[in-house]
């Protein structure tokens, strides 16, 4: 009895250990560099930098989904889903050569940016963000 009551509190605190507040920061500066370095190969048709960009932008994307999981925040985890379907949208993209494929990618991960920013994301007085939750 006492291995499945410890076996689900590990489960329940999992997503807690996801990723701390210091942690997003910083995945939010990768996301921004690697969709500018996803944008910028789909005007040149880089196949090699778009991969490197949308396979990091996914990851980041995942690393965030973490972060509102633990927070038990809907819509946040919505866009964070939606924002991961974009970035497989894109390398699809990439891998199969059809860079429409890839700029609608582009397109779904920009928006979700914006959604979730204009809800969750605080401009202080000095320039930097403070993230609601």
Request: proline share 3%; hydrophobic share 40%; net charge positive.
């Amino acid at each position: 009895m006492k291995l499945i009551w410890a076996a689900g509190l590990v489960v329940c605190l999992a997503p807690l250990q996801a990723q701390d507040e210091k942690d997003h920061p910083p995945n939010m500066k990768t996301i921004n560099a690697s969709m500018k370095m996803l944008k910028a190969s789909l005007e040149t048709k880089n196949v090699a930098e778009a991969a490197e960009a949308a396979k990091k932008v996914e990851a980041a994307f995942s690393e965030t989904r973490k972060y509102w999981a633990a927070r038990q925040t809907k819509d946040a985890l919505d866009w964070s889903d939606s924002a991961i379907t974009g970035a497989r949208l894109a390398q699809a993209g990439v891998s199969d050569g059809h860079w429409e494929k890839v700029s609608e990618g582009v397109s779904k991960m920009g928006g979700t940016c914006k959604s979730c920013h204009d809800v969750h994301r605080e401009r202080l007085p000095d320039g930097t963000y403070k993230i609601k939750n």
